[in-house]
């Protein structure tokens, strides 16, 4: 037998759902987020010795969570995870670096004091890494779901003898936006964005890149949409997205006598799967690398 050793690790609570409602006299105001916390460091022995000395219970990370939202409230979702990564960072000497996942549900206002509707649109999401220097913060959004009825086309690709696929002039262009975007701050001393105003401007960006191009291809709108986040918010360096192409076929009707051409109110059939899956990543030039981030 050969020898083994312990590779990458982490270990923390999952998935804890924290929902703090904060009351300005009547108003209400609600933060509901799903928190994961992930930490690593000197941990050979749990895994392979059998003892815990080194082991922060993941029972006291969900713990933290909770009181931590009570005693310091969620500012943003970034920095509600940076205050946490620092925590166990710095108060644990086995722990050698914290990720922080969060996932941000949005709530709207049925009435102007404290009844809600969840938010049917994207979730927003962040994550923290901290190895007691240097910051990582990449957040972003899922479930972002967008469509262009024109100014798509595609045509011009490969053809090889299993190739069917019509060349099209104008179709329509449809995806669920996952993004990511990395922020360039990484260091204490230096000071940190404006997390809300961050994420709701490159939201801004991304659907405004989306519509206003004129799309030869998804691939195309997808280096548009990290292009424009990069040329407006000089506190980004990267953006990875992850654009499924909801395919829209139009459908044929010709079987009925019923001709069905693009500039005549078109019907499509939406196809669910399967999908072409589009995926990319567009970076500011001369960006500090990545700290690599195990999933
Ligand atoms: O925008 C597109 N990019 C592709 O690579 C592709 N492939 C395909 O079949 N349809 C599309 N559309």
Redesign the pocket.
Do not use: C
């Given at each position: 037998m050969s020898p083994t050793r312990l590779g990458q690790n982490q270990y923390g609570k999952a998935e804890t759902r924290v929902v703090r409602v904060t009351r300005d006299g009547a108003t209400h105001h609600v933060k509901d987020l799903n928190v994961s916390v992930a930490l690593s460091g000197a941990m050979d022995d749990v895994h392979t010795s059998g003892s815990n000395a080194a082991v922060l219970p993941t029972d006291t990370t969900k713990n933290t969570v909770f009181a931590f939202a009570k005693q310091h409230g969620i500012d943003s979702a970034e920095q509600f995870g940076i205050h946490l990564a620092r925590h166990f960072v710095t108060g644990q000497e086995s722990i050698e670096r914290a990720r922080i996942r969060i996932e941000e549900y949005d709530w709207e206002r049925i009435t102007p004091e404290h009844s809600f509707v969840r938010g049917g649109r994207e979730t927003r999401t962040t994550e923290v890494t901290f190895d007691g220097a240097r910051w990582q913060v990449v957040s972003g959004l899922k479930d972002l779901v967008v469509m262009n009825t024109t100014d798509s086309e595609?045509w011009g690709?490969v053809k090889d003898r299993y190739t069917t696929?019509p060349e099209t002039r104008d179709r329509v262009l449809a995806t669920e936006v996952s993004a990511r975007w990395r922020f360039h701050w990484a260091r204490d001393e230096d000071p940190a964005p404006q997390w809300q105003e961050s994420w709701a401007e490159v939201r801004g960006h991304l659907l405004d890149a989306f519509a206003g191009t004129y799309s030869l291809?998804?691939?195309q709108t997808l280096y548009a949409m990290g292009d424009r986040v990069l040329e407006h918010r000089p506190e980004i360096d990267e953006v990875r997205l992850s654009l499924p192409?909801k395919h829209h076929f139009l459908v044929d009707l010709e079987p009925f006598g019923l001709k069905n051409d693009t500039p005549d109110s078109a019907v499509y059939f939406a196809a669910d799967r399967p999908y072409?899956l589009?995926e990319g990543t567009v970076l500011r030039d001369g960006a500090e690398p990545r700290i690599p981030v195990t999933d």
């Amino acid at each position: 037998m050969s020898p083994t050793r312990l590779g990458q690790n982490q270990y923390g609570k999952a998935e804890t759902r924290v929902v703090r409602v904060t009351r300005d006299g009547a108003t209400h105001h609600v933060k509901d987020l799903n928190v994961s916390v992930a930490l690593s460091g000197a941990m050979d022995d749990v895994h392979t010795s059998g003892s815990n000395a080194a082991v922060l219970p993941t029972d006291t990370t969900k713990n933290t969570v909770f009181a931590f939202a009570k005693q310091h409230g969620i500012d943003s979702a970034e920095q509600f995870g940076i205050h946490l990564a620092r925590h166990f960072v710095t108060g644990q000497e086995s722990i050698e670096r914290a990720r922080i996942r969060i996932e941000e549900y949005d709530w709207e206002r049925i009435t102007p004091e404290h009844s809600f509707v969840r938010g049917g649109r994207e979730t927003r999401t962040t994550e923290v890494t901290f190895d007691g220097a240097r910051w990582q913060v990449v957040s972003g959004l899922k479930d972002l779901v967008v469509m262009n009825t024109t100014d798509s086309e595609f045509w011009g690709f490969v053809k090889d003898r299993y190739t069917t696929l019509p060349e099209t002039r104008d179709r329509v262009l449809a995806t669920e936006v996952s993004a990511r975007w990395r922020f360039h701050w990484a260091r204490d001393e230096d000071p940190a964005p404006q997390w809300q105003e961050s994420w709701a401007e490159v939201r801004g960006h991304l659907l405004d890149a989306f519509a206003g191009t004129y799309s030869l291809s998804l691939q195309q709108t997808l280096y548009a949409m990290g292009d424009r986040v990069l040329e407006h918010r000089p506190e980004i360096d990267e953006v990875r997205l992850s654009l499924p192409n909801k395919h829209h076929f139009l459908v044929d009707l010709e079987p009925f006598g019923l001709k069905n051409d693009t500039p005549d109110s078109a019907v499509y059939f939406a196809a669910d799967r399967p999908y072409g899956l589009i995926e990319g990543t567009v970076l500011r030039d001369g960006a500090e690398p990545r700290i690599p981030v195990t999933d």
